[in-house]
């Protein structure tokens, strides 16, 4: 006799959506745009961007100069975890590292992941108005959106690999990295008209892989990719659509909607937004896995096989 208990069917996937004007993060279906939990996490001093890492979301606060912690559940973990970083948008973890970018003091600062503690406020100088941050293996890709540039840095020295890795960007706002390519959204400056397209570029090598993979006639303020979707924030509709991050194919757009803007050139309504994956798809996977080996198994022996019993 042969018990099989299968792991629980997966659940939906999250994107997560930190709204400025409102100071809270909302928790939507990644699928279906259905909210989870419209106040997932609340009482934020005009939030940017926001990154996740394990089960921990980390958000840069731009009007206290913070970078608060908290679960992927909303739980807070620390409210300040970092200080005194002068207005901070571009934010990324990396392992124990998190890196945080400064764009009124032109750098990106490293800190410890889990206890916030300094370890070099001066990580990478000289840049120009440091917005989206993006990590991909032990590369650190910075947007610089004073110079239209994407530059390259060694995410352990802080060492320029290629400061103009990417060039003649228009007012280059949000990054965001899947395998090998590079996403990149151009935002206009404060009170411009000039809405850019979103490209996406090859990181080793810069070169363009499509300028103008999406079209947009609102701000795209922060991306992420899941499961083959590229995600945008509309910072002035209020919304966040999904296209697909290969052909640029519209998939919902909007995908979530009615939340709150901020207005033409205004770095206020929908900033941050990060996508993971819920648990479930890996339990189900381990339990496909030892069904295999349980009838492999029992093909030569004549044993009972529980496969994760209670």
């Not at 208990?5 to 990644?30: E, R």
């Not at 934020?44 to 606060?61: H, K, R, W």
């Not at 945080?100 to 032109?106: E, F, I, M, P």
């Amino acid at each position: 006799m042969t018990v099989l208990v299968l792991a629980q069917p997966v659940n939906a996937q999250q994107i997560f959506v930190a709204n400025s004007d409102t100071g809270n993060i909302g928790a939507y279906n990644a699928n279906t745009g259905a909210t989870i939990n419209a106040n997932l996490i609340t009482g934020l001093s005009f939030p940017q961007m926001i990154t996740i890492s394990g089960g921990d979301l980390y958000v840069a606060n731009y009007n206290n100069n913070t970078i608060g912690e908290y679960t992927t559940s909303g739980a807070t973990v620390n409210t300040a975890l970092v200080g005194g970083v002068s207005q901070p948008v571009g934010i990324a973890v990396s392992g124990n590292d998190l890196f945080v970018g400064s764009t009124n003091n032109n750098n990106i600062g490293e800190y410890d992941a889990t206890t916030g503690a300094t370890i070099n406020a001066a990580f990478i100088t000289g840049l120009n108005n440091p917005v989206g941050i993006a990590i991909s293996g032990t590369s650190l890709f910075v947007a610089n959106r004073g110079n239209g540039t994407i530059g390259e840095y060694d995410a352990t020295t802080g060492t320029a690999i290629n400061a103009s890795l990417v060039t003649g960007l228009d007012n280059p706002f949000a990054i965001t990295i899947a395998g090998t390519s590079l996403f990149v959204a151009n935002d206009p400056l404060v009170g411009g008209t000039n809405l850019g397209p979103i490209g996406v570029y090859n990181i080793n090598t810069g070169v363009a892989i499509n300028a103008s993979l999406i079209s947009v006639s609102e701000q795209s303020f922060s991306l992420a990719v899941l499961a083959g979707n590229l995600y945008v924030s509309h910072d002035n509709l209020g919304t966040v659509s999904a296209y697909d991050s290969s052909t640029g194919a519209v998939v919902n757009d909007p995908l979530i909607s009615g939340l709150d803007g901020g207005g033409p050139g205004v770095p206020g309504g929908v900033t941050g937004i990060a996508a993971i994956p819920e648990p479930g798809m890996y339990g189900m996977i381990l339990g496909i896995a030892f069904l295999s080996v349980a009838l492999v198994r029992k093909k030569h022996q004549a044993a009972v096989f529980c496969l994760l019993c209670k």
